[in-house]
């Protein structure tokens, strides 16, 4: 309301009275003089000495005549730069994901984004723990899981099913595991999550779920590096099948124990609840959901 009261006050000095003023905002002479009155209030100054045939700027008027005018424009610019992110393809955008899944994957449909939106930028944070949308200042995130309770836009991806699988180096000179229970005598590699170490892996044994607790000599809180490992021939890892399908398809990793496999989880998009997503993320998130939906992942 503020601005609007601004905006008629410099219609006023520019037409040179309250009833020109008014005309010209079709307002009626009563309501410019209350919302003069409360303009004059809102700064506890008299703005304008009004006789009943001409009015005179204040010296607290004249200031507010400048500071008026930059406000205004300011504020138009402002409007404009913010209707320009909703309405076309332009301006920054803040995401988190996967690391392994950001540098291998996200990162080439945002290369391709990028070089066919030459307004936009991308601002990329990759980590494999968990990352507060909100408080991170996040447009997007993608994330490997299914949200619970959560006040969080989600768009689901695409299903995700975790692969354990292993160099064909290191099984030639391990041996190949034909149930999970085998894995406690081989060396696994294993994620950080924050404190925590994924230790324990769950399968589908005699038609129930069962945690089997692995062991091994490597363990990092990346993703990517974790995989690079058992391209290496340094271990078994469990894996996304979006990380690893590419190495599975090429014969540079095998994957083990399929029939113990347990249900797949999903992989999603996670936005802050608002009203409208600015066009430069959804037109990112459509690009994300065209990806997923050609890439062909190992079932």
Request: a negative charge.
């Amino acid at each position: 309301m503020i601005l609007d009261n601004l905006s008629l006050f410099l219609r006023i000095v520019e037409k040179g009275g309250l009833a020109a003023g008014g005309r010209e905002m079709g307002l009626s002479p009563a309501t410019v003089s209350e919302r003069l009155a409360a303009l004059e209030a809102h700064y506890g100054a008299r703005l304008l000495n009004r006789t009943t045939r001409s009015i005179s700027l204040t010296e607290e008027g004249r200031e507010l005549v400048d500071g008026a005018q930059r406000l205004l424009a300011e504020s138009e610019e402002l409007e404009a730069r913010i209707r320009l992110g909703v309405e076309r393809i332009a301006g920054p955008i803040r995401l988190s994901a996967p690391s392994d899944l950001g540098r291998n994957r996200l990162a080439q449909v945002i290369d391709k984004f990028l070089e066919e939106n030459p307004e936009v930028t991308v601002d990329l944070h990759l980590s494999d723990g968990f990352v507060d949308v909100a408080a991170a200042g996040l447009d997007l995130a993608i994330r490997y899981g299914d949200l619970g309770d959560s006040s969080l836009i989600v768009r689901r991806l695409a299903d995700n099913s975790r692969i354990v699988c292993a160099a064909p180096a290191y099984l030639e000179r391990s041996g190949t595991p034909l149930h999970p229970i085998d894995l406690e005598s081989h060396n696994c590699l294993l994620m950080r999550f924050g404190s925590g170490v994924d230790r324990a892996w769950p399968f589908e044994i005699d038609g129930g779920r069962q945690m089997v607790t692995v062991r091994g000599d490597r363990i990092a809180n990346d993703g990517d590096l974790v995989r690079r490992w058992a391209l290496e021939g340094r271990g078994i890892v469990r894996k996304s099948q979006w990380d690893v399908n590419q190495d599975i398809a090429a014969g540079r990793l095998i994957p083990v124990l399929r029939e113990f496999e347990v249900a797949a989880i999903g992989l999603q998009a996670v936005m802050p609840p608002v009203l409208t997503q600015p066009r430069r993320v959804r037109a990112l998130l459509e690009a994300f959901v065209a990806d997923f939906k050609e890439g062909a992942g190992v079932t």
